[in-house]
């Protein structure tokens, strides 16, 4: 199967500031992947589709200008929470498909955000 | 977009007893996958399985896709199984998202 990492596993940071968590295909190339957001006691929620050379594709409900996305290369793909707020504070998790063959999707470890 | 549905959402045993959850969903699938999230939130695949029937250990699987089904058995059960079960599946080829269902979380005592 595919390996996937996430950096960094665990932000604290103040209301107000940006932060930015990066995800990476380790062992192939990935022209999408997905984010995802779970809050505590709740399942996984699809946030966008991060599309190699292409804009990213939204949820509805997610706001396109506080969660950008940017594909930057076949192996990585970044999620920038803009202008934080405790209401962002959250577990977010990227995954990849793994087209070889079959369409499954690997995740990586997460990353939980906590803002002040 | 399709529907999953999980249950149960809690199940307690004791440690050495069988189990199932299972899986319902609304529209033919093309991914399905079972996932076991470990206590630090890691999502571990368990089984890639839009139909048919898989064994891996302890554990098994069965979709039926025509009547829109999942099913994971997991056999002697130990305090390690303990944690949130989900299904997720997706009703399209190549990079279709997936849709989650709410989970089922097992609590296995010794």
Redesign the interface.
Known sequence: ?AVVSQHPSRVICKSGTSVKIECRSLDFQA??M?WYR?FPK?????MA?SNEGSKATYEQGVEKDKFLINHASLTLSTLTVTSAHPEDSS?Y?C?V?Y?MG??????G??T?LTVL | GIQVEQSPPDLILQEGANSTLRCNFSDSVNNLQWFHQNPWGQLINLFYIPSGTKQNGRLSATTVATERYSLLYISSSQTTDSGVYFCAASGGFGNEKLTFGTGTRLTIIP
């Open positions: 199967g022209t999408t997905f779970q709740q399942s996984l929620m699809l589709t577990f998790i995954s498909p087209l079959s369409n499954e999707q690997f995740f470890p997460g939980r």
